[in-house]
């Protein structure tokens, strides 16, 4: 792979990036890794255009949709862990009712604050 030599942008380029970036912290969206909004497509493009983004740097949101799937799974597995601990059940059986790890277990458990009776 060639490296290719990065471009500086020029005063007036900065400071239409600076325009831009003011015009998204306005409406809030600082935070926003992907938003769609026509104001963050502005800034996202403009950058692109100036050399100061590479193709390969922005994702599509997988990588955010992933983690809201983690999120969700830890949540539903938390609740049968609540259930199986209700029923006086250890790590390990707790572990094998779910199919899970123990180390699993043990990490959600501290996550959602579960008490899980010891043998």
């Known amino acids: ?11 007036e380029q900065w400071h ?5 970036l003011d015009d998204v912290v306005k ?3 600082t935070n926003e890794r992907n ?4 104001k963050c497509t502005k800034l996202n493009n403009y950058s692109k255009s100036i050399g100061l983004l ?19 799974r830890h949540e539903k597995d938390a609740i049968k862990i609540i259930k199986l601990a209700y029923q006086g059940c250890n790590r390990k059986e707790i572990a094998n ?4 790890s123990k180390d699993y277990v043990s990490k959600l458990a501290v996550e959602f604050d579960i008490e899980i009776r010891r043998k």
């Open 97 to 100: 009712k779910i199919k899970r």
């Open 16 to 20: 239409e990036l600076n325009r831009l």
């Open 35 to 38: 938003c769609r909004c026509k």
């Open 54 to 72: 590479d193709k390969g740097e922005t994702d599509d949101g997988r990588w955010d949709k992933r983690k809201l799937e983690t999120k969700h």
């Open 1 to 11: 792979m060639v490296k290719t030599k990065r471009i500086r942008p020029t005063k």
């Open 27 to 29: 409406i809030g969206h």
